[in-house]
């Protein structure tokens, strides 16, 4: 076998093993957002569950908040946890959403006026 040979199928090999490296990285990532469907739907079928219950008008604004604070929490530690520093774009992430749903007007939230509320409870 002459030298260019050995190259052209060194290069040939090599290319091979990165293509699988990718397809190996896209089942990750498909795996990855497919897991986090099922979770959404899972949520999708306690919220509904919820709902039947009667529950709602009581703990919406709990419910939706925490499953939304849970499911960005989950997919920023999953995709970008060497990108980011995901404790603190979480963090940010989960404010924004408080100051979106429950709004600013006083210095307690309604999430946690709720806490209150039920751990006085006897």
Known sequence: MTMMTM????TIIMMMMMMMMMMMMMMMIIDVFSNDIKK????RETFEGWVANNYYPCFSAL??????RN???R???KIY?????????SQMLCEW???ILVGNESEVSKFEQIQETTLKRP
Do not use: K, Q
């Open 71 to 73: 499911y960005l929490a």
């Open 7 to 10: 190259m052209t199928m060194m």
């Open 97 to 99: 959403i408080d100051w």
């Open 63 to 68: 419910i939706f908040r925490e499953t939304l």
């Open 81 to 89: 946890i060497r990108a980011f520093h995901t404790n603190v774009i």
């Open 75 to 77: 997919l920023l530690s």
């Open 40 to 43: 959404v739907v899972e949520y």
